[in-house]
């Protein structure tokens, strides 16, 4: 368990946005477009369905309450899941809360007159995990 919840402490803080997804959910393909609309940059996370991607979805539900996929962190931080009613990414974005954050952590643009000393070239990580573990990732080429 322990092993567990330091790969997903690495996972979230290893880039500004991390997207824990699966790989065929029609929600996480959404919050991924939502995303992608918005312009920010990424890290995607697909965890694997069984072993080790399992124990990281069961432990992303233990530790934060949030039942299935995706889930977001923000600066490393659970902003849980991408339509839940009173969380989640879209609430954020319906307070006018996302946007912000998103340029406090340097995953959009910020057109402030200090905004370019966090400005970053948009950039989209997609990662698949496997049942043990490991991690592959790529750069997409239409990123």
Known sequence: ??????????????????????????????????????????????????GFGA???????????????PHMFIGGRSVGRFADASEGVLELHQRGELVAALKMVGSIPDESPFGFMFESEYRKEVCI???????????????
């Open 55 to 69: 124990r990281q979805r069961g432990e992303l539900t233990a530790m934060f309450g949030v039942r299935g996929l």
């Open 1 to 50: 368990q322990l092993a567990v919840r330091r790969s997903l402490y690495d996972i979230a803080h290893s880039a500004p946005v991390v997207i824990f997804t699966s790989a065929d959910a029609p929600a996480c393909a959404e919050a991924l477009r939502f995303m992608d609309a918005l312009g920010a940059s990424y890290k995607q996370m697909v965890l694997a369905d069984e």
């Open 129 to 143: 995990g496997d049942k043990f573990g490991d991690e592959l990732c790529e750069v997409p080429q239409s990123a």
